[in-house]
């Protein structure tokens, strides 16, 4: 009879998506592992039958689940950010420029360390690998951490993690996508336009944006550019007043349905039984390198060097010791890293190391970037005193 508050109550807890994610990810690993794995992975990659086969929509539930769901994910986070630099932690110019140099570092590093290992040999196209951040799992993974870690850091996350994504997006388009269509890309760019004059002429009417997004996430996944660009893009033109209402009708689908299933087809990799040629691998250490050491020192000294030089400040209270503990939580690369890697040595054993690379440089990164923020925290801020 307590089963409904129990369930309200776990869903407004804010650690709640952290551990669902790491449960639906160990349990795929799991089931992908045992005696019912190749009809497990069948699963994910069966087709989906639809009336209409010539619009070009996901062919399988795994390019349904990330193509098409995850854009609303990506929406979700992208009116976040957007509320946020209208009247939050990021509403100056130094504050939000901060994401947006920080990720760079967070970037450039990461794939200079992949080339120092991999620049000799044609797997060098693996450099854009370490680039990305899975910005559903870095944030599940923060959320573990509830009240410890402050909205700033969330915040100051999220928009790093879209910025990444979409680095390494332009990544895909240019460096490893088979040729763009210019026939959508204009459409696109059309739309955004209309979403645009829209916004301009104040036109408050939700359902008019959503039915025009819809149109932009078709023509921008049929233009070669992966389709969840058009969730950021979506967000940044909604109007203010209509943001609030939005964030609340998407946060329980998007949270406790969406990145659940998201987790759940991604994370059905077959491990192998030789280990050790794997992670001897020059592909292995330069993506594990890039995520695990490259993205947090990117990020540290970016934003250090950015703040000292008072280029940006410093969102909230916001410390720079809690900006390397975040760095190593945008270590988690997982969903992106493994697409681009996807791209990079299609059908290839090559393949099956970089997945792997990316899954031990995700968990390190989530397990240490965990615990140093949880100690920093009780380090600086000691134990709470008790009222006597």
């Not at 957007?82 to 967070?106: C, D, F, H, W, Y």
């Not at 573990?144 to 910025?163: D, Q, V, Y």
């Not at 008019?208 to 969730?231: K, M, P």
């Amino acid at each position: 009879m307590n089963i409904i508050p129990s369930i309200k109550f776990f869903i407004r807890d804010s650690r709640a998506v952290g551990v669902l994610l790491i449960c639906s990810t160990a349990a795929s690993l799991v089931v992908a592992n045992s005696s019912c794995g190749s009809g497990y992975l069948s699963f994910w990659e069966q087709e989906i039958i639809t009336p209409a086969h010539g619009l070009h929509l996901p062919g399988s539930l795994l390019h349904f689940v990330n193509d098409a769901l995850m854009s609303l994910f990506f929406f979700s986070a992208g009116l976040e950010i957007k509320r946020e630099v209208l009247n939050g932690e990021l509403q100056t110019i130094k504050k939000s420029m901060l994401p947006v140099i920080s990720a760079i570092g967070g970037m450039l590093l990461p794939a200079i360390i992949y080339l120092a290992f991999c620049h000799h040999s044609h797997d060098y196209k693996g450099w854009g690998i370490p680039m990305a951040t899975d910005i559903a799992f870095s944030l599940g993974a923060l959320s573990l951490l509830g009240k410890r870690a402050p909205l700033s850091m969330r915040i100051f996350l999220t928009a790093i993690a879209i910025i990444d994504d979409i680095g390494g997006i332009l990544a895909i388009a240019v460096f490893y996508a088979g040729h763009l269509n210019w026939l959508y890309s204009c459409l696109a760019a059309m739309i955004v336009v209309i979403l645009l004059a829209l916004n301009y002429f104040r036109v408050t009417r939700i359902s008019i944006y959503l039915v025009t997004g819809l149109l932009l996430w078709y023509f921008v996944y049929n233009s070669g550019i992966h389709a969840t660009i058009a969730g950021v893009l979506l967000a940044m033109v909604i109007p203010s007043s209509c943001i609030h209402r939005l964030e609340q009708s998407l946060r329980v689908p998007v949270n406790f349905i969406i990145l659940p299933l998201f987790a759940l087809a991604n994370t059905a990799i077959i491990l192998p039984a030789q280990v050790f040629p794997i992670i001897s691998s020059p592909v292995h250490w330069g993506i594990f390198l890039g995520l695990f050491l490259g993205k947090p020192i990117g990020i540290f000294l970016a934003t250090y060097v950015a703040v000292k030089l008072k280029i940006v400040d410093l969102p909230g209270s916001l410390t720079h010791k809690q900006v390397l503990g975040m760095g190593m939580m945008a270590g988690i690369g997982f969903s992106v890293s493994i697409f681009i890697a996807t791209l990079a040595f299609p059908g290839t054993q090559t393949l099956l190391i970089a997945k792997l690379a990316v899954l031990n440089a995700s968990l390190a990164s989530g397990i240490c970037g965990y615990c140093y923020l949880r100690f920093t925290r009780k380090k600086q801020y000691g134990r709470p005193t008790l009222p006597s």
